[in-house]
């Protein structure tokens, strides 16, 4: 014995707009706490001299890095993608993905760092002096990982919010 049922057609329909809209809310207050962990990182690193005139000291390894121009905080902006479905928060200055996650090598004088001698017409190596090595200075992963849990949270719920089921004729 087989028991049939008639179900009417119905389908879920999702809402985009209160995603888009909890999305770049939550994209804002990341790119607000990046910029203040760098204006108020304290420093504790190398002393140095600031253009214009003044001292300020280098972060350490760790920490948020130092403002020294305010230009790496000031240039964090919040993009939204193509749909409205994503975010991302970038830094549009060059050298704050090395602060981010670090880097080697690079910069100085032509054979500076390396002692060369020349024996019968070769040039051989002698010493090494070292390696540069910055290591990472992160904030914006920093920002992303205090402010994660509550972004979580609010974009579940848009999206259970978002959804709807409806019933077709």
């Not at 964090?76 to 193509?82: A, M, N, S």
């Not at 050298?95 to 500076?112: D, I, N, P, V, W």
């Not at 920093?142 to 719920?157: E, L, N, W």
């Amino acid at each position: 014995m087989g028991l049939k049922i008639a179900v009417p057609a119905a389908t879920l329909a999702f809402d985009k707009k209160e995603l888009r809209k909890v999305l770049r809310s939550a994209g804002s207050e990341v790119a607000a706490l990046a910029r203040s962990l760098i204006r108020k990182s304290a420093g504790g690193g190398r002393t140095g001299y600031k253009p214009g005139g003044g001292r300020y000291s280098a972060s350490l390894p760790g920490q948020a890095p130092a403002s020294r121009t305010g230009a790496a905080a000031s240039g964090i902006r919040v993009k939204t993608t193509l749909k409205g479905l994503g975010v991302r928060v970038v830094d549009s200055q060059f050298y704050t993905r090395f602060l981010e996650t670090g880097a080697q090598g690079g910069g100085g004088k032509k054979g500076s760092r390396n002692t060369r001698r020349r024996r019968g017409g070769k040039s051989i190596l002698l010493a090494v002096v070292g390696r540069r090595v910055l290591q990472p200075r992160p904030f914006l992963t920093t920002a992303m990982d205090q402010k994660g849990d509550s972004i979580t949270a609010r974009v579940r719920d848009a999206v259970v919010q978002g959804i709807a089921f409806k019933r077709e004729k």
